[in-house]
C-alpha cells in the first residue's frame, strides 16, 4: 500500500485535490491520509485508479531475468514487467568507447 502522504506530496497535491477526484468527503481522505485508515473497497479501487494514472512512476527495475524485468514504482508500489529489448552489454560497450582517456 502506497504512503499516500508522501506520494500527495511527490505530486504536488493536497488531500483537498484527492478527495475532489475521487469524489469522496475530505474527511474521510484525511483519515487515510493522516490516520491510516483502510478505504472501503470501493473508494480503494478508485484511489488506486487515481494514483496509476497520475503517478509520475518512478521505476525501479529489477535484475534482469530472461526476457522480462519486474519494475516497480518507488512513489506507488505499482508493479510492471519491462520487456528487455535492449541488450545490455552492447549499451554498455558503446558508452565504454564513447569515454576518452587522456
Ligand atoms: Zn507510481
Not at 504512503?3 to 469524489?23: H, I, M, R
Not at 474521510?28 to 491510516?36: F, N, S
Not at 487515481?50 to 526476457?67: K, M, Q
Amino acid at each position: 500500500m502506497v504512503e499516500l502522504k508522501t506520494w500527495l506530496q511527490d505530486q504536488g497535491l493536497s488531500v483537498k485535490d484527492l478527495a475532489n477526484q475521487l469524489g469522496a468527503p475530505r474527511t474521510t481522505v484525511e483519515d487515510w491520509v493522516y490516520r491510516g485508515a483502510m478505504p472501503s473497497p470501493g473508494n480503494a479501487e478508485k484511489l488506486h485508479e487515481f494514483i496509476s494514472s497520475n503517478c509520475a512512476h518512478h521505476w525501479v527495475i529489477a535484475r534482469a531475468n530472461g526476457p522480462l524485468s519486474e519494475g516497480e514504482c518507488q512513489r506507488c508500489g505499482e508493479t510492471r514487467e519491462f520487456t528487455n529489448s535492449a541488450e545490455p552489454s552492447s549499451l554498455w560497450t558503446t558508452s565504454h568507447k564513447a569515454k576518452t582517456e587522456s
